[in-house]
């Protein structure tokens, strides 16, 4: 089991940069599978990105394509998404989730895949 915690967000103007984190408790973090998804007022909880166990698997949603990137430290159990040239309609609620790999093939932006759900992050764009 791992318990997932984002950080990070926070209130930025059009064109602006901020990096998320998700930091993860367990000693088999490196193990899983984990994803960025994120929630605005009204609206379904959308796919942003994921990355794989093995850093050898990225996927972006279109709309962020180009301008956000996924990273992760194993050493340091977290997984960063790096959110630049921001725009308000990014604005929401960003979620991180992670997926074992002892069980899960790579998600991607099967929502209903990842098991683990961190308690979210607000991030504000303003124009």
């Known amino acids: 089991q791992v318990q997932l915690v984002e950080s990070g967000g926070g209130l930025v103007q059009a064109g602006g940069s901020l990096r998320l984190s998700c930091s993860a408790s367990g000693r088999t973090f490196s193990s899983y599978h984990i994803g960025w998804f994120r929630q605005a007022p009204g609206k379904e909880r959308e796919f942003v990105g994921a990355?794989?166990?093995?850093?050898?698997?990225?996927y972006y949603a279109d709309s962020v394509k180009g301008r956000f990137t996924i990273s992760r430290d194993n050493a340091k159990n977290t997984v960063y998404l790096q959110m630049n040239s921001l725009k308000p309609e990014d604005t929401a609620v960003y979620y991180c989730?992670?997926?074992?790999?002892?069980?899960?093939?790579?998600?991607?932006?099967?929502?209903?895949?990842?098991?683990?759900w961190g308690q979210g992050t607000q991030v504000t764009v303003s124009s």
């Open positions: 989730a992670a997926a074992s790999a002892s069980y899960r093939r790579f998600p991607g932006p099967r929502i209903h895949e990842y098991d683990y």
């Open positions: 990355i794989s166990w093995s850093d050898s698997n990225l």
